[in-house]
């Protein structure tokens, strides 16, 4: 089991940032890949970003490029995500995930936290 929790979600203006943060319990963090993904009204699940176990290699999907970042602290367990420059279609609950690969298809992600929303207003 690795227990996920989601914090930092919120309202913004377009333009504006915020930082989620994804805090671990297990123990094993460390030794997975992790990721956050997104679901927002209407649509189906989709990946955001993805970081490696030790963090030296991170992976984007185009939309968010330039704009986001992600980060983890192994000796803290947590994984972050730095969103910059926000637009109304980055509304969605955003999800924290762990898993052997880093990977844009969720079912390859062991574990999952319960979502912080984000909501980017016009």
């Known amino acids: 089991q690795e227990p996920l929790v989601e914090s930092g979600g919120g309202l913004v203006q377009t333009g504006g940032s915020l930082r989620l943060s994804c805090a671990a319990s297990g123990g094993a963090f460390r030794t997975y890949s992790a990721a956050w993904f997104r679901q927002a009204p209407g649509q189906g699940l989709k990946f955001v970003a993805g970081?490696?176990?030790?963090?030296?290699?991170?992976d984007y999907t185009e939309s968010v490029k330039g704009r986001f970042t992600i980060t983890r602290d192994n000796t803290k367990n947590t994984l972050d995500l730095q969103m910059d420059n926000l637009k109304p279609e980055d509304t969605a609950v955003y999800y924290c995930?762990?898993?052997?690969?880093?990977?844009?298809?969720?079912?390859?992600?062991?574990?999952w936290g319960r979502g912080t929303q984000v909501t980017v207003s016009s």
């Open positions: 995930a762990v898993g052997d690969v880093v990977s844009t298809e969720s079912q390859r992600y062991s574990f």
């Open positions: 970081i490696t176990p030790g963090g030296g290699a991170s």
